[in-house]
């Protein structure tokens, strides 16, 4: 099994930085996932890690150390409409499960309100 | 906008009803999902199923009986539902192997009363 561990909620004003931890445990890893789901809407895809170091997406940048479990994203610019909630997926490989590459174990989701 | 529909949005039913979730792909994937999301809880993953053949089934009770009769829809039926089954149920599709990226679609509010 997995398990997966980031903050319930985050608060940021406008115009700030923040960063966004999530740390897990795995039995077999094959990628990581973060997501961003507004009130009420599906969740969208923001960014994939598979290998150590950082990716880099416009005012979104995701870091993943394999070695230490942890992943964190990190919003730059922050605006009003980027309050919602953040969900890290950490995808397991599949040891006998044929043409599949693993399935994906979802944190709780960390809730983030960006103040004026 | 996304390329993942779901039907209906928002859904009240009583334990004795039978009731079935609709989802519709249009992005020409061949994996198609369930999830439930409940108040709190990780999303928890509950079918898969890849080019119409169910490849998973995370110990899902019995009560809910999926059908994918093509590689672009994907039905969810519902009987003698509890009051914990309320939850808000996601569908998502994904190209190629199950696993890589996952679209997903509105979701559909379920009430059990």
């Known amino acids: 099994g997995q398990n997966i561990d980031q903050p319930t909620e985050m608060t940021a004003t406008e115009g700030a930085i923040v960063q966004i931890n999530c740390t897990y445990q795995t039995s077999g890893f094959n990628g990581l996932f973060w997501y961003q789901q507004h009130a009420g809407e599906a969740p969208t895809f923001l960014s994939y890690n598979v290998l150590d170091g950082l990716e880099e997406k416009g005012r979104f940048s995701s870091f993943l150390s394999r070695s230490k479990g942890y992943s964190y994203l990190l919003l730059k610019e922050l605006q009003m409409k980027d309050s919602a909630s953040y969900l890290c997926a950490v995808r397991d490989r599949a040891p006998d499960r044929g043409s599949t590459l693993g399935r994906l174990y979802f944190g709780r989701g960390t809730q983030l309100t960006v103040w004026p | 906008e996304t390329g993942v529909t779901q039907t209906p949005r928002h859904l009240v039913m009583g334990m004795t009803n039978k009731k079935s979730l609709k989802c519709e792909q249009h992005?020409?994937?061949?994996?198609m999902y369930w999830y439930k999301q409940s108040a709190k809880k990780p999303l928890e993953l509950m079918f898969v199923?890849?080019?119409?053949?169910?490849?998973e089934n995370n110990s899902v009770p019995s009560r809910f009986s999926p059908e994918c009769p093509n590689s672009s829809h994907l039905f969810l039926h519902l009987h003698t539902l509890q009051p914990e089954d309320s939850a808000l149920y996601l569908c998502a599709s994904s190209q190629g192997s199950p696993g890589n990226e996952q679209f997903f679609g509105p979701g559909t509010r379920l009430t059990v009363l």
């Open positions: 992005l020409g994937h061949n994996a």
């Open positions: 199923y890849n080019f119409k053949e169910q490849t």
